[in-house]
């Protein structure tokens, strides 16, 4: 069972978007070297994560985990909640 586990990927985002029912958008940032110039670059993609619950919301940072097809744009799932939402 942990093996299957391992294979999966797992990405940790920030919900940009929580409007889309069972759905959340997760905003994935990494940080690579330019090839050319060498410089830090900050790169980003959005993913839909499934959420069956609707329990993250708007700023929470998740980490997801990739899944079968569940949509024509959603291949990854909510796993567990990092970090909640500083509220204002």
Do not use: C, F
């Not at 994935?28 to 329990?55: F, P, Q, T």
């Amino acid at each position: 069972m942990t093996e299957q586990a391992s294979l999966k990927r797992t990405l940790v985002g920030k919900v940009v978007s929580d409007k889309r029912s069972k759905t959340v958008t997760v905003l994935v940032e990494r940080r690579v070297k330019h090839e050319l110039y060498g410089k830090i670059v900050a790169k980003s993609n959005k993913y839909h994560a499934h959420d069956e619950k609707g329990e993250y919301h708007m700023g929470d940072m998740i980490e997801i985990t990739e899944s079968r097809p569940i949509s024509k744009t959603k291949n990854w799932v909510a796993t567990k909640l990092i970090e909640k939402a500083a509220t204002v």
